[in-house]
């Protein structure tokens, strides 16, 4: 099946630095790559949906300045999280759709925590 | 190692029941979910088990066996919505991180 390469799959950095988290679909082209982020024992939370060469859609109370998102190829979408704090601590999925299939084909997360 | 595996894919009929397994291994299990996926869309959580037994949650319920390694997911008077993909996932508390299953899409006939 189609495999989404995340990376990297943790990083420790301390507050005020920003985090680049790149989510890559190794063997299909993706039009559309998904955004989560996650707190222990919650649900996903869908933050951004990734459209190639367009912006990215950002849900209701997201701040599209604090996570940047690029999707400049039909296999890679980065997230980056700029001047990240404490409470960014969280694990962040991406997900990407080949658009031939109707499933989501997901990373395997990056856990951030912020000192 | 981690492995989750599901049934591919399922048809059940409106109005029947249908039960949706789910087998893991993974190190450091510590807590089983479960997402509903509408085509094109993203993951919508259903459940979560951490102890033994059933959860019961309206018209789905969700089981639990950590000694078994074994999850299912129980969808009653199902409707024509319910078709979709339903992802098995555990997390994985040894290396902090999710380990999905590759889902199984059901078709509901009417």
């Known amino acids: 099946g189609a495999v989404v390469s995340q990376h990297p799959s943790r990083v420790i950095c301390k507050s005020g630095t920003s985090v680049k988290i790149e989510c890559r679909s190794l063997?299909?082209?993706?039009?559309?790559m998904f955004w989560y982020r996650q707190f222990p024992k919650q649900s996903l939370m869908l933050m951004a949906t990734?459209?190639?060469?367009?912006?990215?859609?950002?849900e209701q109370g997201v701040e599209k300045d604090k996570f940047l998102i690029n999707h400049a190829s039909l296999t890679l979408s980065t997230l980056t999280v700029t001047s990240a704090h404490p409470e960014d601590s969280s694990f962040y999925i991406c997900?990407?759709?080949?658009?031939?299939?109707?499933?989501?084909?997901f990373g395997s997360g990056t856990q951030l925590s912020v000192l | 190692g981690q492995n989750i595996d599901q049934p591919t894919e399922m048809t059940a009929t409106e109005g029947a029941i249908v039960q949706i397994n789910c087998t893991y291994q993974?190190?450091?299990?510590?807590?089983l979910f479960w997402y509903q996926q509408h085509a094109g869309e993203a993951p919508t959580f259903l459940s979560y088990?951490?102890?033994?037994g059933l959860e019961e949650k309206g018209r789905f319920s969700s089981f639990l066996s950590r000694s078994k390694g074994y999850s299912y997911l129980l969808l009653k008077e199902l409707q024509m919505k319910d078709s979709a993909s339903y992802l098995c996932?555990?997390?994985?508390?040894?290396?902090?991180?999710?380990?999905f299953g590759p889902g199984t899409r059901l078709s509901v006939l009417p």
């Open positions: 997900s990407a759709a080949t658009g031939r299939s109707e499933k989501l084909f």
């Open positions: 063997d299909f082209q993706a039009t559309t």
């Open positions: 990734s459209n190639e060469g367009s912006k990215a859609t950002y």
């Open positions: 993974t190190s450091g299990f510590n807590g």
């Open positions: 088990n951490v102890l033994d």
């Open positions: 996932a555990v997390w994985d508390n040894y290396g902090q991180n999710f380990v």
